[in-house]
C-alpha cells in the first residue's frame, strides 16, 4: 500500500553511528607558543636595533657639525686677524656669509617666539639692528656724523643698551661676544669706502678699532659695493660699540645691519 500522507516539518536527523566520535578543535601545541614567543622577541630585538643604529647614526652627525662650526669659528677668526693670507680672502668671505645667515635666521626665529610667548625666549644678550631710514629720519641726524644710526622699532635688543643718540650699543653683561656688521655703498669716493666696528676701552676712554673692511666702486658705473665683517671679542660691562663710515651720505640704507650676541 502507497503512504500518500505528506507533512510540512522536516525529517528527524539520522542517529549517530555506534564509535562515531565529533572531532574535537584543535588547541595550541607547545611548539606553537614557543615559535609565538621567538617571533614576538625578534621584531622586539629588530626595531631595538634600528633605534639605537638611529640614535648612533644622529648622535654622530651632530658631534660632526659641532666639530665643522668650531673650525669655522677659527678660521673665521684667523680671517680676521689676516692670518691666512690674500689667497683665502674668497674663503672668508665664504665664511662670513654662511654666518651672517644663519645668526639673522636665528635672530628672526628669537623675535617670532618672543611675539607668540610676550618675552623674550633666547638665553643671552642678542642684538641685530636696522639702519635709520631716511623717511623716519626727520632732522637728518644721520648725515651730521659719521657714526650710523640706528632704527629701534624696526631691530632686536635683548640685554642689550641703545644710546640715546640711537647710534651705540651698550654692553649690559660682560662676555665673550660675536660682533658683525655690514653696510653697503651705492656712491663713489675718493677716499676707500670703509666701515669700522669701533669701541671705547672702560678705564681708558680711549677709541679702539675692533674690525675694518672695505669696498670700491667704478666712478663711471653706478652700482653697490657691500663691506662685511664679523670677528669674537671680550667685552666689558658699559662698554659701547658702534659703527663708523667714510662719509654717511654715501650710503645706501636699504642693505645695512649691525648686530652681536654672547656666545658665553
Same mark, same amino acid.
Given at each position: 500500500?502507497?503512504?500518500?500522507?505528506?507533512?510540512?516539518?522536516?525529517?528527524?536527523?539520522?542517529?549517530?553511528?555506534?564509535?562515531?566520535?565529533?572531532?574535537?578543535?584543535?588547541? @595550541?601545541?607547545?611548539?606553537?607558543? +614557543?615559535?609565538?614567543?621567538?617571533?614576538?622577541?625578534?621584531?622586539?630585538?629588530?626595531?631595538? *636595533?634600528?633605534?639605537?643604529? +638611529?640614535?648612533?647614526?644622529?648622535?654622530?652627525?651632530?658631534?660632526?657639525?659641532?666639530?665643522?662650526?668650531?673650525?669655522?669659528?677659527?678660521?673665521?677668526?684667523?680671517?680676521?686677524?689676516?692670518?691666512? *693670507?690674500?689667497?683665502?680672502?674668497?674663503?672668508?668671505?665664504?665664511?662670513?656669509?654662511?654666518?651672517?645667515?644663519?645668526? !639673522?635666521?636665528?635672530?628672526?626665529?628669537?623675535?617670532?617666539?618672543?611675539?607668540?610667548?610676550?618675552?623674550?625666549? +633666547?638665553?643671552?644678550?642678542? !642684538?641685530?639692528?636696522?639702519?635709520?631710514?631716511?623717511?623716519? #629720519?626727520?632732522?637728518?641726524?644721520? /648725515?651730521?656724523?659719521?657714526?650710523?644710526?640706528?632704527?629701534?622699532? #624696526?631691530?632686536?635688543?635683548? #640685554?642689550? *643698551?641703545?644710546?640715546?643718540?640711537?647710534?651705540?650699543?651698550?654692553?649690559?653683561?660682560?662676555?665673550?661676544?660675536?660682533?658683525?656688521?655690514?653696510?653697503?655703498?651705492?656712491?663713489?669716493?675718493?677716499?676707500?669706502?670703509?666701515?669700522?666696528?669701533?669701541? /671705547?676701552?672702560?678705564?681708558?676712554?680711549?677709541?679702539?678699532?675692533?674690525?675694518?673692511? +672695505?669696498?670700491?666702486? @667704478?666712478?663711471? &658705473?653706478? @652700482?653697490?659695493?657691500?663691506?662685511?665683517?664679523?670677528?669674537?671679542?671680550?667685552?666689558?660691562? #658699559?662698554?659701547?660699540?658702534?659703527?663708523?663710515? &667714510?662719509? &654717511?651720505?654715501?650710503?645706501?640704507?636699504?642693505?645695512?645691519?649691525? *648686530?652681536?650676541?654672547?656666545?658665553?
Amino acid at each position: 500500500m502507497i503512504n500518500t500522507f505528506h507533512t510540512s516539518y522536516n525529517p528527524p536527523p539520522v542517529p549517530p553511528r555506534a564509535g562515531y566520535s565529533k572531532p574535537l578543535p584543535m588547541r @595550541n601545541t607547545p611548539l606553537v607558543k +614557543f615559535l609565538s614567543v621567538m617571533l614576538l622577541l625578534l621584531m622586539i630585538l629588530t626595531f631595538g *636595533g634600528f633605534l639605537y643604529l +638611529f640614535q648612533k647614526l644622529n648622535m654622530q652627525e651632530l658631534h660632526g657639525r659641532n666639530h665643522e662650526d668650531m673650525s669655522n669659528l677659527l678660521r673665521l677668526q684667523d680671517c680676521v686677524n689676516d692670518k691666512l *693670507g690674500e689667497d683665502s680672502v674668497a674663503e672668508c668671505g665664504k665664511l662670513i656669509e654662511n654666518y651672517k645667515a644663519v645668526i !639673522a635666521k636665528v635672530l628672526q626665529a628669537n623675535e617670532k617666539v618672543s611675539r607668540l610667548t610676550g618675552g623674550p625666549s +633666547f638665553n643671552g644678550p642678542a !642684538a641685530h639692528m636696522v639702519v635709520l631710514s631716511q623717511h623716519r #629720519d626727520l632732522n637728518s641726524d644721520f /648725515l651730521k656724523s659719521k657714526d650710523l644710526l640706528w632704527d629701534p622699532e #624696526d631691530s632686536l635688543l635683548q #640685554d642689550v *643698551g641703545l644710546s640715546s643718540k640711537r647710534n651705540m650699543l651698550t654692553i649690559q653683561n660682560p662676555g665673550i661676544y660675536l660682533i658683525y656688521s655690514q653696510v653697503t655703498f651705492s656712491k663713489h669716493s675718493k677716499n676707500a669706502l670703509m666701515q669700522a666696528v669701533r669701541t /671705547l676701552e672702560p678705564e681708558k676712554k680711549k677709541e679702539q678699532v675692533l674690525l675694518k673692511s +672695505f669696498c670700491s666702486l @667704478n666712478q663711471s &658705473t653706478p @652700482n653697490l659695493c657691500t663691506a662685511s665683517m664679523v670677528g669674537l671679542f671680550q667685552l666689558q660691562k #658699559d662698554q659701547p660699540i658702534y659703527v663708523t663710515v &667714510t662719509n &654717511t651720505s654715501l650710503v645706501n640704507r636699504d642693505f645695512c645691519s649691525f *648686530g652681536l650676541y654672547k656666545l658665553r
